[in-house]
């Protein structure tokens, strides 16, 4: 069996440094590493539409700006198929043949769903197409027979239920659909890097993000304005590492050699974290060692994008290629799936002959 990996994003702004550690900065060592037969990364603007139907224009505008971050971040569409979900329609009609094996009582237990039920205020009016969405990304996953699924800890609640469709579809019509493996990120502070302010997720909603387009001065602000521990009142004050957002940042990206470059008094964040810790480091020396550790991962992102955003037809170009490998790829599958389920009338020639056959006996 070919090793398959489909992931992706929605289109509703830029991508930030969350979306980054959580799966970006993976899928490109996954799409390097040669141990895969092929990788599609979608743009998810159907998905996205679901609870932006008001506003088509914004995901409109958004497909460009992820396109170019995608591949700031060194997606690479020689190796890796990018996609635009609108743009294979296929997709479609394998989510509405799905919705036949879900139930509603299914869907509404997603903890994820639930989130987000509450998060975008639709408790009293839910979008039919958004309460669906998850039956959808069944319809994704499955369509490209994705063996490995990268995605956040979020997203688990929506691997599982497409796990459990494709076993409920191939117990109905037979062995058709290849079940996926999630792939969440190793380090433990990239399952879900917090917001600038602290709050448990890093939102464009919420406004406390560091996108992977920011200036070198917009990423200084943001980190000099991060919450810390508010009982750290003084440098000698013993300091608390709990919700710490500079330090749960220098989780996800700190490596030993960058205490050597930045930061020589200590050999690596272990020792830092002790210094806190027992008091007489100050929190304007974390962040400023956190302004120099991104600085060097975001310049050659930034250097990329600039060169992408002179070359827009180009993009475009790649997303258009792209978009039609994955439509190819999801036709066949869609293909055995009506066959699967005895829905291919014109290309089944037994089925004509017995109706023939049947209509002339009698």
Do not use: W
């Not at 989130?115 to 009293?124: A, D, G, L, V, Y």
């Not at 302010?197 to 920011?214: H, R, V």
């Amino acid at each position: 069996m070919e090793k398959v990996i489909l992931t992706g994003d929605r289109p509703t702004g830029k991508l930030h440094l969350g979306h980054y550690v959580g799966s970006l900065r993976r899928r490109v060592e996954l799409q390097n590493s040669g141990e895969f037969d092929k990788i599609f990364v979608m743009i998810a603007d159907a998905q996205a539409l679901t609870d932006n139907a008001d506003n088509p224009e914004k995901v409109r505008q958004n497909v460009i700006e992820v396109a170019l971050d995608y591949l700031s971040v060194g997606l690479d569409p020689s190796k890796t198929s990018i996609f635009i979900q609108t743009q294979v329609p296929e997709l479609c009609e394998l989510a509405f043949y799905y919705m036949n094996l879900v139930t509603v009582s299914r869907v509404q237990r997603n903890p994820t769903v639930k989130t987000e039920i509450k998060m975008r205020n639709f408790e009293q009016s839910i979008p039919v197409g958004f309460f669906c969405y998850p039956v959808s990304q069944a319809s994704d996953i499955t369509a490209f027979k994705a063996t490995v699924v990268p995605v956040g800890e979020d997203q688990a609640p929506m691997i599982e239920l497409t796990r459990e469709i494709v076993n409920r579809f191939n117990h109905v019509y037979g062995p058709t659909l290849v079940e996926p493996d999630i792939l969440l990120p190793g380090n433990a502070a990239c399952m879900r890097l917090p917001g600038t302010d602290g709050k448990a997720k890093m939102s464009k909603s919420l406004g406390n993000c560091i996108y992977l387009s920011d200036t070198p001065k917009e990423v200084k602000k943001k980190v000099n304005s991060m919450y810390t521990d508010p009982e750290h009142l003084t440098i000698d004050s013993p300091g608390h590492l709990e919700g710490n957002a500079p330090f749960i940042y220098l989780d996800a990206f700190c490596r030993d050699e960058h205490f050597a470059k930045y930061l020589p008094d200590y050999a690596n964040l272990d020792e830092l974290k002790a210094h806190y810790t027992r008091g007489g480091l100050g929190d304007g020396t974390v962040k400023k060692l956190l302004i120099n550790i991104l600085e060097e991962e975001l310049a050659p992102i930034r250097e990329r994008r600039k060169h992408f955003e002179q070359n827009i037809p180009e993009v475009y170009e790649i997303l258009r290629a792209g978009s039609e490998k994955a439509r190819e790829t999801a036709a066949r599958t869609l293909d055995e799936v009506r066959n699967a389920m005895r829905i291919n009338y014109f290309a089944d020639s037994d089925l004509i002959a017995e109706q023939a056959a049947r209509f002339r006996a009698k």
